[in-house]
């Protein structure tokens, strides 16, 4: 049986690795100009200069340097972004963050020491249903 063999049973941590092969790396001495799509989780640690569009978590680790675009379902910064940074659910800043743009973001968590300068947009994710539930109810 080679190494790339699939007769293997599907187990529960087999699930879990899968889920963490899903995560990318971009390391501290790259550097990388235009667009980023797609699905899974992304930890920078290098230059990325353009726009991001993730559906999973961008992880913005303490030596990177981004400017532009930047959207994830949750973001963390520990680094540097000039730009927007919207997430579908969080943005969390860590101390050595340094934000210089827009967050727009329904949940938002600032680390003692982080720095941003700014705009913050919060609004919560509309359940349409719900709304309507509770405008009946009179």
Not at 74 to 96: C, D, Q, Y
Not at 111 to 122: L, R, S, V
């Amino acid at each position: 049986m080679g190494i790339f063999a699939k007769d293997k049973p599907e187990t529960a941590g087999a699930d879990a690795a899968r889920s963490d092969s899903d995560t990318a790396f971009f390391g501290a001495k790259l550097s990388i100009k235009g667009k980023v799509t797609g699905s899974g989780n992304l930890i920078v640690m290098g230059k990325l200069e353009g726009e991001v569009d993730l559906a999973g978590e961008l992880v913005v680790a303490a030596p990177a340097v981004l400017n532009g675009e930047f959207r994830a379902t949750t973001l963390a910064v520990s680094g540097n972004v000039t730009g927007a940074l919207t997430a579908g659910e969080k943005i969390h800043l860590e101390k050595s963050a340094v934000v210089n743009g827009r967050i727009n973001t329904p949940r938002l968590s600032v680390a003692d020491g982080a720095t941003f300068n700014g705009e913050i947009e919060m609004k919560k994710p509309v359940d349409s249903a719900g709304a309507s539930r509770r405008t009946d109810k009179k």
